[in-house]
Nanobody, 121 residues
């Protein structure tokens, strides 16, 4: 059974950091690319980062470049998203997804339930 489970969200302060994790079961990290999305209140879901299944190449939305870092943990079969220099615009629900690639418009076969991140002082 395929499952993706996000953890690590919560309340963060502006300028601080949070580390999200996507625990994966039912497939290995070389079978799917893993993407992180976020959905801010009243806005559409946007992909913020993706890591390729075969070459571990990481990609980022322009809005988060330099502050977000995606990485794989093969020992835990999970994918982490490190968020540094938090700002209020990072507030939203973050989802991880099993993607068929990291190219624009790639389909996502499986989704996690999402986790709330709130940035506020």
């Amino acid at each position: 059974q395929v499952q993706l489970a996000e953890s690590g969200g919560g309340l963060g302060q502006p300028g601080g950091s949070l580390r999200l994790s996507c625990a994966i079961s039912g497939f290995s990290l070389d079978q799917y690319s893993i993407a992180w999305f976020r959905q801010a209140p009243g806005q559409e879901r946007e992909r913020v980062s993706c890591i390729d299944s075969s070459n571990d190449h990481a990609s980022y939305a322009d809005s988060v470049k330099g502050r977000f870092t995606i990485s794989k943990d093969y020992a835990k079969n999970s994918v982490n998203l490190q968020i540094d220099n938090l700002n209020p615009e990072d507030t939203g629900v973050y989802f991880c997804a099993a993607a068929l690639g990291c190219f624009p418009g790639a389909a996502n076969d499986y989704w996690g339930q999402g986790i709330q991140v709130t940035v506020s002082s």
